[in-house]
């Protein structure tokens, strides 16, 4: 793997300390349940910043984001007219820098501008010095300073007071403003990539307006509220989504009223900041509001300070942070404001929190939050990709490499993407440090339990030394508490787990917790919610851990290759670990967590199943072989049989292959089209896989003699599924 941990100082967890007996931690770890209601960023506010040198007094400009910290302004309306100025402000050092490149556009105002990734900067349009409209095309590059006039065949026609939107990668959205026929209600999309403006032409659509405001909701989606139509000022939210070229008109409970010239900036994932504007009579307003797409909502802020009442004003975002220079307050301003954002405190579904790093290295699948205090590391992915579904947040540095797709958004103060991310990136975020639980001492008592191959014992909640269960043994426990000095299950042993009363189960581990290669959790009920179980480990490594450092097994909670496992881990102190090919549904809580090639981890919310274990083992993947083609293949050895005189044969093999990662189910069925067992019904990876039917049915009776069917269902997004069927045949 070759990543080290970066040592860093430890954040302080003594006001978080509590002194509780560890039989009643079990209320204080569920409202835990790393199910965090936290706070990731910095305070809300509004923040005036006062640098040395910074633009004239101007309105009707644009700014646009540089990427990191830094923003671009160019031109406005001053007091002597039209402005052709270039600036670049830096959050980091609060400076503004006049930048004086050899080319650069007429003097304007009322154009738009919008981020083209990385430090370019799109700019289009304008009300020019000469009075009259603009289609011009230009792109500003910080690298060198160059503003280039480009030349697309085919353009919007010259307009003024339209709003433009960056959609990710090189693509920036642009609607309405008015031409010389008026209002107009065109979407444009323009590509850097081939110096393309493409008329969009979706069924549904705002009315053709001008002075309203568009901002980033992710992903390739865009929000626009406001502006002036034939009706006058206007108050209606509508939602862009680039991917199915639709507009849709959202009807929020609460908005802010119509208004004109208001700003709006990105605070990542799906919020939108917006303040001030025009709503009537020249007349400023000083309201700042938080739109959230996911539950389509206007929040008003009540804010201690924040700008004065204005309109024409340009916002932009500075990752979770947005800046707002200028605009028309009753007079011209040259003011410089920095909001601060904080989300309301909402509950995390975290499927990892970690004090130090989080490393993935191939991970299948996954779902669920994720933070970490210092670093993530996701290390090259599987073929074709290594899916994980959630935000992921860290308050230092994200490294996503090739072939990892975060369905979600990435936030920490430096990201370096390889991958694809659907939710949008932002740098310089502020996350926050989030505190992890602190355990109280665990006192074991002296006696070891020991379950030998094959067998099966039950063991009563209580206080014991040593738990081991051998290869294919069986341990039964039972909702309550258990104090224990370690907790070692061997390879394919079982840990069966009876949650019928509905009371939670709690395991305080001393010392080491090893879940051995293909062991596994059952639950009783199988519906039994995952929640209900917490194993704290209160192992202390004060030695410097690093995910290279192979020795010493004791100082980490190991998820054995293969293994299965359900529930809250809670090890503030050590590094958990996921083996390669493991499944784990929870939460987990630690120091440090690596995750190895083939895991595959959901939170408790998730609805992804894994496939069935208990008496049919795990999938085994072949990773050296390439597929290329869906195969089910004739299973072995066939005929099969459970009773003594084919002791040899007392189970068969199935085998399937797959080109890319999949829902598939995997069932044995009747002739007469009855369900005996469905072994598989889950996503599982590209490769080729191999699963064990014992002859036994649902209920874990084994099955008359004769020919039964199985049946391969592979589902495709946007295609057919998949069906393949067999024969087999049990001997009796």
Not at 103 to 132: C, E, I, Y
Not at 569 to 583: F, G, N
Request: proline share 4%; with cysteine; net charge negative.
């Amino acid at each position: 793997m070759g990543i080290g941990l970066k040592q860093k100082t430890k954040l302080s967890l003594t006001t978080f300390e509590v002194d509780i007996p560890m039989k009643t931690t079990f209320g204080i770890l569920t409202a835990f349940g790393l199910l965090l209601t936290t706070a990731l960023q910095a305070q809300d506010d509004w923040t005036l910043k006062s640098p040395a040198t910074k633009p004239s007094v101007r309105y009707q400009h644009a700014i646009a984001s540089l990427g990191g910290d830094q923003v671009l302004l160019f031109g406005g309306t001053e007091v002597g007219g039209a402005n052709d100025e270039t600036w670049v402000y830096d959050l980091s050092d609060n400076i503004w820098t006049l930048k004086s490149p050899a080319t650069k556009p007429s003097a304007r105002r009322l154009h738009a501008m919008a981020s083209l990734g990385g430090d370019q900067v799109l700019l289009f349009g304008a009300f020019d010095q000469g009075g009259g409209s603009d289609d011009e095309t230009w792109v500003y590059d910080l690298s060198d300073n160059t503003w280039t006039t480009k030349n697309p065949a085919i353009k919007p026609s010259a307009r003024y007071a339209h709003a433009m939107v960056y959609l990710g990668g090189d693509q920036v959205l642009l609607f309405g403003g008015i031409d010389v026929g008026g209002n107009n209600d065109e979407t444009w999309v323009y590509d850097l990539s081939d110096n393309t403006w493409t008329l969009k032409n979706p069924a549904t659509k705002p009315s053709a307006r001008r002075a309203h405001a568009m901002a980033s909701l992710g992903g390739d989606q865009v929000l626009l509220f406001g502006g002036h139509d034939v009706g006058g000022a206007n108050d209606e939210t509508w939602v862009y989504d680039l991917s199915d070229n639709t507009w849709t008109l959202k009807s929020p409970a609460t908005q802010p009223s119509a208004r004109t010239q208001h700003g709006m900036a990105s605070l990542g994932g799906d919020q939108v900041l917006l303040f001030g504007g025009n709503i009537g009579g020249g007349f400023g307003v000083d309201e700042t509001w938080v739109y959230d797409l996911s539950d389509n909502t206007w929040m008003l802020k009540s804010l201690a300070t924040e700008p004065s009442g204005r309109y024409s004003h340009a916002m932009a975002s500075l990752g979770g942070q947005v800046l707002l220079f200028g605009g028309n307050a009753s007079f011209l301003d040259d003011e410089t404001w920095v909001y601060t954002a904080t989300p309301a405190p909402v509950t995390k579904p975290f499927v990892f929190l970690a004090d130090e790093n989080v490393e993935i290295n191939g991970e299948v699948n996954s779902d669920g939050d994720i933070h970490a205090n210092n670093d993530i590391f996701f290390n090259e992915g599987n073929k074709p990709n290594s899916l994980h579904t959630g935000n992921v947040t860290a308050s230092d540095d994200i490294f996503i490499k090739k072939r990892n797709k975060i369905v979600g958004t990435v936030m920490g103060d430096d990201v370096e993407n390889s991958g694809t991310v659907t939710g949008g990136v932002t740098e310089n975020a502020g996350i926050a440090k989030v505190p992890l639980p602190v355990l109280a001492s665990i006192e074991p008592g002296d006696d070891d339990v020991t379950v030998k191959k094959g067998k099966t014992l039950t063991l009563d909640p209580g206080d014991y030394e040593e738990v081991k269960v051998e290869k294919k043994g069986t341990l039964n426990l039972k909702s309550g508490t258990y104090n224990l000095e370690c907790l070692n299950l061997g390879e394919k042993a079982m840990l069966v787990i009876d949650l019928s009363s509905g009371d939670p189960i709690i395991l305080n581990v001393d010392e080491e917790v090893i879940f051995g290669k293909n062991a596994a959790m059952k639950l009783l009920p199988s519906t039994a919610s995952t929640d209900l179980i917490t194993i704290n480990s209160d192992e202390d490594d004060d030695s410097d851990q690093d995910f290279d450092d192979d020795e010493d097994d004791t100082d980490r909670v190991i998820i054995g290759e293969g293994a299965q496992v359900f529930g809250n881990i809670i090890a503030p102190e050590t590094m958990v670990v996921l083996d390669k090919k493991s499944r784990f549904k929870g939460a987990i809580c630690a120091e440090n967590i690596l995750v190895l090639n083939g895991a595959r981890f959901v939170h408790h919310s998730s609805t992804a199943s894994f496939p069935k274990g208990s008496e049919v083992e795990e999938s085994e993947v072949t990773e050296s072989e390439v597929v290329t083609d869906y195969v089910l293949e004739q299973n072995y050895p066939n005929p099969f049989s459970q009773i003594p005189r084919f002791a040899g044969n007392p189970s068969t093999e199935i085998n399937f292959q797959l080109p890319a990662a999949s829902d598939v189910k995997l069932v044995i069925y009747s002739l007469t089209g009855q369900v005996v067992r469905e072994l598989v019904n889950g996503v599982m990876p590209a490769g080729r896989h191999a699963i064990t039917w014992n002859g036994r049915n649902h209920a874990g009776e084994a099955v008359a003699g004769g020919v039964y069917l199985y049946r391969l269902i592979v589902e495709r997004n946007g295609e057919a599924p998949v069906v393949m069927t067999r024969k087999l045949t049990v001997l009796k």
